[in-house]
């Protein structure tokens, strides 16, 4: 069965910076693209990222453009997400979620969270 | 960018009855848009692609419909288990937008 399962969340200081992983099985991870999602404490979904199966192409929302960048080893089966000058606004709990026909998010993780505070 | 906007932004219903869920477009987004479900402390689920076609393992209560810019979650007939939030989804130019959710309480 899909799993995918988050790491690398935790408490850091404003401007700080983070990686998070997502570690995939039960699929070809090397044949689908892959997203970040986040939500903010009692708040919606925010689509933060998404990589092509071959980590080809990447996009991103606009608030998170020049400090986070998504990437994939597709030797590991895993999905990164390196994040810099983090922000209060960034605090979330960030999920990473397959790709199901180019435009829908068929698989999510539990989630890591991250708190950005001094 | 698409904006998506859900109405309403909470609905009171009890078991047994009938919800109707709309997420409108800010521009036409065809038939690609889906509905999510997520429960507090879970994450999202798919249950709704393509605005009507039912994702592996959804119950046949959870329909949907629309194309271009209106869309409509409707569930037949509340189960205990149903009482989530509901958002709506789309893609545009390799950018995803989610709308703001429908909670679904008991009433």
Redesign the interface.
């Known amino acids: 069965q899909v799993q995918l399962v988050e790491s690398g969340g935790g408490v850091v200081q404003p401007g700080g910076s983070l990686r998070l992983s997502c570690a995939a099985s039960g699929f070809t991870f090397s044949s689908y693209g892959m997203?970040w999602?986040r939500q903010a404490p009692g708040k919606?979904?925010?689509?933060v990222a998404?990589i092509r199966y071959d980590g080809s192409?990447k996009?991103y929302?606009d608030s998170v453009k020049g400090r986070f960048t998504i990437s994939r080893d597709n030797s590991k089966n895993t999905l990164y997400l390196q994040m810099n000058s983090l922000r209060a606004e960034d605090t979330a709990v960030y999920?990473c979620a397959k790709v199901?026909?180019?435009?829908?998010?068929?698989y999510?993780?539990?989630?890591t969270l991250v708190t950005v505070s001094s | 960018e698409i904006v998506l906007t859900q109405s309403p932004a909470t609905l009171s219903l009890s078991p047994g009855e009938v919800a109707t869920l709309s997420c409108r477009a800010s521009q036409s987004v065809s038939s690609y848009l889906a509905w999510y479900q997520q429960k507090p402390g879970q994450a999202p689920r798919l249950l709704i692609y393509d605005a009507s076609n039912r994702a592996t393992g959804i119950p046949a209560r959870f329909s949907g419909s629309g194309s271009g810019t209106d869309f409509t979650l409707t569930i037949s007939s509340l189960e205990p288990e149903d009482f989530a939030v509901y958002y709506c989804q789309q893609r545009s130019n390799w950018i995803f937008t989610f709308g703001p959710g429908t909670k679904v309480d008991i009433k």
């Open positions: 997203h999602v919606g979904l925010e689509w998404f192409n996009y929302t999920y199901y026909v180019s435009t829908y998010l068929d999510w993780g539990q989630g």
